[in-house]
């Protein structure tokens, strides 16, 4: 049985940082593509980043510089450090494990893999 599980999300103020984590069970984080993706009420579902597994990393061009994907295989674990945080990233964050190995060109649109049920991420100004 697969599962992703996220944690660390939380009430932080502007400037500050948070690190996420998403644990899997049933899969290996590092032979697959994996992402992070975010949805604010009112708003569609959008890509934050994505990391293939050669390690190859993409992100949204707003939290570029800010975010950082990366995963440590041994704990079968992927995480996203958020410094700098925006009141405009408040979101719940939600992170995907895709079946292909690299980050597609549409990975920021993607919809099928196995996601988690997300953390909620709150930025107050």
């Known amino acids: 049985q697969v599962q992703v599980v996220e944690s660390g999300g939380g009430l932080v103020q502007a400037g500050g940082s948070l690190r996420l984590s998403c644990t899997a069970s049933?899969?290996?984080?590092?032979?697959?593509?994996m992402g992070w993706f975010r949805q604010a009420p009112g708003n569609e579902r959008e890509g934050v980043s994505c990391?293939?597994?050669?390690?190859?990393?993409y992100y949204t061009d707003s939290v570029k510089g800010r975010f950082t994907i990366s995963r440590v295989n041994a704990k079968n674990t992927l995480y996203l450090q958020m410094n700098s945080l925006k009141p405009e990233d408040t979101a719940m964050y939600y992170c995907?494990?895709?079946?292909?190995?690299?980050?597609?060109?549409?990975?920021?649109?993607?919809?099928?893999?196995?996601w988690g049920q997300g953390t909620q991420v709150t930025v107050s100004s």
């Open positions: 995907a494990a895709f079946a292909s190995a690299a980050c597609s060109e549409s990975w920021s649109r993607a919809s099928s893999g196995y």
């Open positions: 049933g899969l290996n984080v590092g032979d697959r593509a």
């Open positions: 990391i293939s597994w050669s390690g190859t990393t």
